[in-house]
Structure formats: structure tokens, C-alpha cells
């Protein structure tokens, strides 16, 4: 009975798909953070308050990524832009925590 619905779902393009694995592929290093403030764009993506970013510490950020910045803040969500770092520089961002590879949002409020 399993290779008949295998089949069948094959005839008619269905593709079983783990969520988990295609948003943490292996070898990745991933977390999740939902977002909390006000809506912006961060690197021509609209990140909005309650959005959950899948955050991979394991990637390396290319210009225009979104990435996850601590800043004296707290975390931010940031496009990131590789810049010429100075000795004694004034530096507004510390540590980058990851590129954001996935933006997961309720397309219903409250998800239902």
C-alpha cells in the first residue's frame, strides 16, 4: 500500500518535504529568533514585528545579507555591509551572530 501512494504522489507532483531539514540543512549551525519592534526593510527584505528569522552561524555574510548583529542594544537585524575596519574606529556594531536564511511569518493573524 505505501509504494501505491508513493506513486501516486509522484503522478501527481506532490513532494513530501521536511520543513526542518530545508530550513537547517545539514552541516548548518541554525537557531530561530522572532522579531520584535517595528517593520523595516534590512537589505531589500521586509522583516516584520513577530517574524521568525532561521538564523546559520555557519555561513559567512556577503554584502547585503541580513544578518543578526549585537549591538549595545541587543541583537539587531542588519543588512551587512563589509567595511575597512580601523584601528580605533568608533564601532557602532559588535558581533555578527549569523546570516538570517529564512523569514517565516503567519500569513493569518495569530497563525490561524
Known amino acids: 500500500m505505501k509504494n501505491s501512494t508513493k ?3 509522484e503522478q501527481r507532483g506532490e513532494v513530501l518535504l521536511s520543513v526542518a531539514d530545508y ?4 552541516g548548518s549551525d541554525c537557531y530561530a529568533i522572532f522579531v ?3 517593520a523595516d526593510y534590512v537589505g531589500g527584505t521586509e522583516i ?3 517574524d521568525l528569522l532561521i538564523v546559520d552561524r555557519s555561513r559567512a555574510p556577503e554584502a547585503g545579507d541580513t544578518v543578526l548583529v549585537e549591538t549595545s542594544d541587543g541583537l539587531t537585524v542588519r543588512a551587512y ?3 575597512l ?3 580605533g574606529a568608533d564601532e557602532e556594531a ?3 551572530w549569523g546570516v538570517a536564511t ?3 511569518r503567519a500569513l493569518r493573524k495569530g497563525g490561524e
Open 36 to 38: 520584535e519592534g517595528e
Open 85 to 87: 575596519h580601523l584601528v
Open 7 to 9: 506513486r501516486a504522489r
Open 94 to 96: 559588535g558581533e555578527t
Open 23 to 26: 530550513l537547517t540543512p545539514k
Open 102 to 104: 529564512f523569514v517565516v
Open 48 to 50: 516584520q514585528d513577530g
Open 81 to 83: 555591509r563589509p567595511r
